[in-house]
């Protein structure tokens, strides 16, 4: 699985979009863009997955470039409630049942 | 409501003790998986389970022992032979059985102190 690196912190105003970027260069065509968040002592939560095509949930959008070196998540409105530390992980559907969780960027929502 | 539960929240052990970690998921949830994550780091994986009565070790399972008597049920314990088993354990699980891209749902967590 192709390792990933983020941005240790970032503060985004409450109400504002939160834009949290991942560098994923050595990205493979089978491997896909995964996102986790960790709310202080609390297991990771699930937030959106894709391979090359944007993707949007109820939670997030998922940016992904065209030459899927990079990612970027995005809170469209983002609440105190989404402080946390935010995990890009990038996993291969041939690869190894482990997620790779890295140090993830720590986002704070400033009121 | 489906989910995952681990049980106990906070857990003490003294020197020389065993001590087990409760993970149900009423998810029917194929394979479970147990984490450590230390402060200001990222999940390392212990053992996981794709199906009953079968578990693989991951990257740190020395010091640690797992059964998977029940679909529902992945208990962790830790030996004494675990010499710094102060940390946060996160069971997980997912939809696997042949699926290797599954996501996987994760529990609140057990800290675990050694006293």
């Known amino acids: 699985d192709a390792k990933t690196t983020q941005p240790p912190s970032m503060d985004c105003a409450e109400g504002r979009a939160a834009n949290l970027p991942c560098n994923h260069s050595?990205?493979?065509?089978?491997?896909?863009v995964y996102w986790y968040r960790q709310i202080h002592s609390q297991g990771p939560q699930y937030i959106i997955h894709?391979?090359?095509n944007n993707e949007t949930n109820e939670m997030a959008s998922l940016i992904i470039t065209e030459d899927r070196k990079s990612s970027t998540l995005i809170l469209p409105h983002a609440t105190l409630r989404d402080t946390a530390v935010y995990y890009c992980?990038?996993?291969?559907?041939?690869?190894?049942?482990?997620?790779?969780f890295g140090t993830g960027t720590r986002l704070k929502v400033l009121a | 409501d489906g989910g995952i539960t681990q049980s106990p929240k906070y857990l003490f052990r003294k020197e020389g003790q065993n001590v087990t970690l409760s993970c149900e998921q009423n998810?029917?949830?194929?394979?479970m998986y147990w984490y450590r994550q230390d402060p200001g780091q990222g999940l390392r994986l212990i053992y996981y389970?794709?199906?009953?009565?079968?578990?693989q070790k991951g990257d740190i399972a020395e010091g640690y022992s797992v059964s998977r008597e029940k679909k529902e049920s992945f208990p962790l314990t830790v030996t004494s032979a675990q010499k710094n088993p102060t940390a946060f354990y996160l069971c997980?699980?997912?939809?696997?059985?042949?699926?290797?891209?599954?996501?996987?749902?994760f529990g609140p967590g057990t800290r675990l102190l050694v006293l």
């Open positions: 389970s794709q199906i009953v009565n079968d578990f």
């Open positions: 050595t990205i493979s065509g089978n491997e896909y």
């Open positions: 997980a699980s997912s939809t696997s059985r042949g699926q290797r891209l599954e996501t996987q749902y």
């Open positions: 998810l029917n949830h194929d394979a």
């Open positions: 992980i990038v996993r291969s559907a041939s690869g190894t049942y482990k997620y790779i």
């Open positions: 894709g391979l090359k």
